[in-house]
């Protein structure tokens, strides 16, 4: 049990370190490309922090257990506990982040129309992918058009935001760098090479302290007797979505709302359709209860962020909504 706590903690560590790297570096690339903010968090902050989390369930059914079932159980658990713990958990932390300086009646000012087109995206999404567990599994066509149509989904998503980026970065929302990058501080130039090395360095350490943190998180969990669903539902999301956790704290504390909301609702739209995709057609896909309430508390949470988002940007009150949301999924979950 020591051994996965000291395991745990050494991979945070590596974690924070990565997100640093990540975050410093992507924003020299947006800076570079003269793309906005929304570009650079929705599309290459989300993408690039959305692998741990989606090399879990992929390797759990191309290259599992020898038991079918559990494979399955761990896939689904994955693609559906990664949005519910971004609409939930992750809001509130970043609310809780700057709660001392903005104050209960403060606001998150992320820029409102690519925020709103995230959400916007991601709830006609997974509403899809939560009707098409109602669809039989030997119904294959119809599920492969549900498939089909939330790639595709995705794919006008992106044509969408990056079709934006010109005149938001006209209108003054385009990706600034604040500090210096740290490859830079050792000498090196600060060029499109050198800032793809520290993006790429920061990107694999993301991924390696993720990898990390999970194992120690499914050693503390095997000893514990958490069931595989439970386990990939509540448990595994805590690490795979650290990093989007922490890159958007970091953000959000230097000010920077809108690429700290981008990197979250852009991971939540590319969670809501690619991966329940692979789902629909790789896994029975069934409305269990446990699975079910997940996927209703997690609507919930995106439509109160929808709701909530006004021209003067988000209370910081809301924010914290979206915490007890998720406390109220465990209590549900846990109680059964």
Same mark, same amino acid.
């Given at each position: =049990?020591?051994?996965?706590?000291?395991?745990?903690?050494? =991979?945070? $560590?590596?974690?924070?370190?990565?997100?640093?790297?990540?975050? /410093?570096?992507?924003?020299?690339?947006?800076?570079?490309? &003269?793309?906005?903010?929304?570009?650079?968090?929705?599309? +290459?902050?989300?993408?690039?922090?959305?692998?741990?989390?989606? *090399?879990?369930?992929?390797? @759990?059914?191309?290259?599992?257990?020898?038991?079918? /079932?559990?494979?399955?159980?761990?896939?689904?658990?994955?693609?559906?506990?990664?949005?519910?713990?971004?609409?939930?958990?992750?809001?509130? =932390? =970043?609310?809780?982040?700057? #709660?001392?300086?903005? %104050?209960? !009646? %403060?606001?998150?000012?992320?820029?409102?129309?690519?925020?709103?087109?995230?959400?916007?995206?991601?709830?006609?999404?997974?509403?899809?992918?939560?009707?098409? *567990?109602?669809?039989?599994?030997?119904?294959?066509?119809?599920?492969? $058009?549900?498939?089909?149509?939330?790639?595709?989904?995705?794919?006008?998503?992106?044509?969408?935001?990056?079709?934006?980026?010109?005149?938001?970065?006209?209108?003054?929302?385009?990706?600034?760098?604040?500090? &210096?990058?740290? #490859?830079?501080?050792?000498?090196?130039?600060?060029?499109?090479?050198?800032?793809?090395?520290?993006?790429?360095?920061?990107?694999?350490?993301?991924?390696?302290?993720? &990898?990390?943190?999970?194992? %120690?998180?499914?050693?503390?969990?095997?000893?514990?007797?958490?069931?595989?669903? #439970?386990?990939?539902?509540?448990?595994?999301?805590?690490?795979?979505?650290?990093?989007?956790?922490? /890159? !958007?704290?970091?953000?959000?504390?230097?000010?920077?709302?809108?690429?700290? $909301?981008?990197?979250?609702?852009?991971?939540?739209?590319?969670?809501?359709?690619?991966?329940? @995709?692979?789902?629909?057609?790789?896994?029975?896909?069934?409305?269990?209860?446990?699975?079910?309430?997940?996927?209703?508390?997690?609507?919930?949470?995106?439509?109160?962020?929808?709701?909530?988002?006004?021209?003067? %940007?988000?209370?910081?009150?809301?924010?914290?909504?979206?915490?007890?949301?998720?406390?109220? +999924?465990?209590?549900?979950?846990? &109680?059964?």
């Amino acid at each position: =049990m020591i051994g996965f706590v000291l395991e745990l903690v050494a =991979m945070l $560590f590596v974690i924070l370190a990565a997100s640093e790297l990540f975050t /410093n570096a992507l924003e020299h690339l947006g800076q570079k490309l &003269k793309i906005s903010d929304g570009v650079t968090g929705s599309v +290459f902050a989300a993408i690039g922090t959305a692998l741990p989390e989606t *090399m879990v369930p992929l390797l @759990a059914l191309f290259a599992g257990t020898s038991n079918v /079932n559990l494979n399955e159980e761990i896939g689904v658990g994955s693609i559906l506990g990664a949005p519910l713990m971004l609409s939930t958990l992750t809001t509130c =932390m =970043m609310a809780l982040a700057i #709660l001392p300086r903005r %104050g209960l !009646s %403060g606001h998150v000012s992320p820029e409102r129309s690519g925020f709103v087109r995230d959400l916007n995206f991601f709830l006609c999404a997974f509403g899809l992918a939560a009707a098409a *567990m109602f669809v039989p599994r030997e119904a294959r066509y119809i599920r492969g $058009f549900i498939s089909l149509a939330l790639v595709l989904t995705y794919f006008i998503y992106i044509m969408l935001t990056l079709r934006a980026s010109e005149q938001l970065v006209e209108d003054g929302h385009g990706t600034e760098a604040d500090e &210096k990058m740290f #490859l830079s501080r050792i000498g090196l130039p600060t060029n499109l090479p050198t800032i793809l090395l520290q993006l790429g360095v920061g990107l694999g350490l993301l991924v390696l302290g993720a &990898k990390g943190f999970i194992s %120690g998180i499914e050693g503390v969990s095997h000893i514990l007797g958490v069931s595989a669903l #439970l386990l990939s539902l509540l448990i595994t999301p805590i690490a795979t979505e650290l990093p989007e956790k922490v /890159n !958007s704290i970091l953000w959000v504390r230097r000010n920077k709302d809108t690429l700290a $909301f981008g990197n979250i609702t852009g991971a939540m739209v590319f969670q809501g359709t690619l991966l329940p @995709a692979i789902g629909i057609m790789l896994t029975p896909w069934q409305p269990r209860i446990e699975v079910m309430s997940g996927i209703f508390v997690t609507l919930i949470a995106a439509t109160w962020l929808r709701i909530n988002s006004r021209s003067t %940007g988000l209370p910081i009150w809301a924010l914290l909504v979206n915490g007890a949301l998720y406390i109220t +999924f465990l209590v549900i979950t846990l &109680k059964r």
